[in-house]
T-cell receptor, first 115, second 115 residues
């Protein structure tokens, strides 16, 4: 069975500092993708970053980077230089090659950026 | 703006009633996914359609059904509504079916309140 675990229900970070949001996963699929989404209080789901299980390098998108450790089955999101607008829920998700197209989501981490 | 539209944005109804949620995918996307986000269950995959055909089912109740029409828009029908069906319902779309790196673009969601 596939599972995503986010162990931090809530986190605080000072503006302009970096923060790491944890995500561990479990799957038996030989190939899979890992995604991070941001959900602000307005409710929409915003795609942030993607990491493929066979990608050699960690993914980066602007201030977002993914610390992918395949042996540990972890895919942590790192946000550098936090901004007040980063305050939101963050969801880690996985899509396995044998699971059709569905995304399996973790429970989310609520990030609050303090001025 | 993801390019995925959902109507209505908000829906308030009573127990026992039936509602229809509508989704228009991004132009060119053939695959549509429905997700339910509730406080107790988190974000859960309900069902997926690809070019008019059902491709995958998740934790979708028998009281719920969906379809994708020839113009690729999709509808999610919820009947015999219960208080526990109150949730945010997302539609997402993607171009293809298979690749794990296939990003899913989420609509703004329909917030259903069952009184």
């Amino acid at each position: 069975a596939q599972k995503i675990t986010q162990t931090q229900p809530g986190m605080f970070v000072q503006e302009k500092e970096a923060v790491t949001l944890d995500c561990t996963y479990d799957t038996s699929d030989p190939s899979y993708g890992l995604f991070w989404y941001k959900q602000p209080s307005s409710g929409e789901m915003i795609f942030l970053i993607y990491q493929g299980s066979y990608d050699q390098q960690n993914a980066t998108e602007g201030r977002y980077s993914l610390n992918f450790q395949k042996a540990r089955k972890s895919a942590n999101l790192v946000i550098s230089a936090s901004q007040l607008g980063d305050s939101a829920m963050y969801f880690c998700a996985m899509r396995g090659v044998n699971q059709g197209g569905k995304l399996i989501f973790g429970q989310g981490t609520e990030l609050s950026v303090k001025p | 703006d993801s390019g995925v539209t959902q109507t209505p944005k908000h829906l308030i109804t009573a127990t026992g009633q039936r509602v229809t949620l509508r989704c228009s995918p991004r132009s060119g996307d053939l695959s549509v996914y429905w997700y339910q986000q509730s406080l107790d269950q988190g974000l859960q995959f309900l069902i997926q359609y690809y070019n008019g055909e059902e491709r995958a089912k998740g934790n979708i109740l028998e009281r719920f059904s969906a379809q994708q029409f020839p113009d690729l828009h999709s509808e999610l029908n919820l009947s015999s509504l219960e208080l526990g069906d109150s949730a945010l319902y997302f539609c997402a779309s993607s171009v293809e079916l298979g690749p794990v790196n296939n990003e899913q673009f989420f609509g703004p969601g329909t917030r259903l309140t069952v009184l």
